[in-house]
T-cell receptor, first 109, second 113 residues
Framework: RKEVEQDPGPFNVPEGATVAFNCTYS??????FFWYRQDCRKEPKLLMS???SGNEDGRFTAQLNRASQYISLLIRDSKLSDSATYLC??????????FGQGTELSVKP | DTGVSQDPRHKITKRGQNVTFRCDPISEHNRLYWYRQTLGQGPEFLTY????????KSRLLSDRFSAERPKGSFSTLEIQRTEQGDSAMYLC???????????FGPGTRLTVL
């Protein structure tokens, strides 16, 4: 079993759609959680950290359920510019990040 | 640009050759990380430094790989006797003291022929 597992992609959605990504992690001692965005052939960039209380940044909402070891990302009113690969990331300690394989999102006009 | 920089951005080499990559972290960041990413996968942790000390190495880092950060600033990653399976994007990241957000450089794309 992979340490961080994400929904397989790709997700193809029309502009304006709401899309949800799910992620599970296996290490119960994981300390912090993130969603990164990666454009084609570019480096990963931090989209948002994820907290147990849930957090929102504009059209993006992230949730963490430590009991279920589950992380989610919701994108509302999706834009063409949201097209990218979304990486679920877990810090298992000492700064060591474990990445999921990524879920590709393609937003179509 | 005060972000993480990596050099070279692309490297094509023949199997069996040695290659060295450089990473310059954000100036006030004391932690530096190396990751490897192959097509269709997320980045995989290789090793990390706190200042000049190498604190952890992944089992992915075979004895052909060596990383250094001699003065606690820039870091180098060397691959000896390259193999075709080493073809990947090599990413460097850095983070601030007491911060857990890692900022990535643009990566070095290695192709081994």
């Amino acid at each position: 079993r992979k340490e961080v597992e994400q929904d397989p992609g790709p997700f193809n959605v029309p502009e304006g759609a709401t899309v949800a990504f799910n992620c599970t992690y296996s290490n119960s001692a994981s300390q912090s959680f993130f969603w990164y965005r990666q454009d084609c052939r570019k480096e990963p960039k931090l989209l948002m950290s994820v907290y147990s209380s849930g957090n929102e940044d504009g059209r993006f909402t992230a949730q963490l359920n430590r009991a279920s070891q589950y992380i989610s990302l919701l994108i509302r009113d999706s834009k063409l510019s949201d097209s990218a690969t979304y990486l679920c990331v877990v810090n298992i300690g000492g700064g060591k990040l474990i990445f999921g394989q990524g879920t590709e999102l393609s937003v179509k006009p | 640009d005060t972000g993480v920089s990596q050099d070279p951005r692309h490297k094509i080499t023949k199997r069996g050759q040695n290659v060295t990559f450089r990473c310059d972290p954000i100036s006030e960041h004391n932690r530096l990380y190396w990751y490897r990413q192959t097509l269709g996968q997320g980045p995989e942790f290789l090793t990390y430094f706190q200042n000049e000390a190498q604190l952890e190495k992944s089992r992915l880092l075979s004895d052909r790989f060596s990383a250094e950060r001699p003065k606690g600033s820039f870091s180098t990653l060397e691959i000896q006797r390259t193999e075709q399976g080493d073809s990947a994007m090599y990413l460097c990241a850095s983070s601030a003291p007491r911060g857990d957000t890692q900022y990535f450089g643009p990566g070095t794309r290695l192709t081994v022929l």
